[in-house]
């Protein structure tokens, strides 16, 4: 039994670089409210994502 099998050519995997992960994670150091201040099943629009 043969397979005709049409094989892709590799392409080497690329980084884009947007900036410095410093940066970019900046935006979510807005509260001092941990994940650990919520309680289990505090509804979404009550937490507080930046």
């Not at 900046?26 to 979404?44: I, K, V």
Request: aromatic fraction near 8%; charged fraction near 15%.
């Amino acid at each position: 039994m043969e397979q005709n099998v049409e094989k892709q050519e590799y392409e080497t995997p690329s980084l884009t670089v947007h900036g410095s992960i410093e940066t970019i994670t900046q935006g979510g150091s807005g509260t001092t409210a941990l994940d650990a201040a919520f309680p289990a099943h505090t509804p979404f629009d009550q937490l507080t994502f930046s």
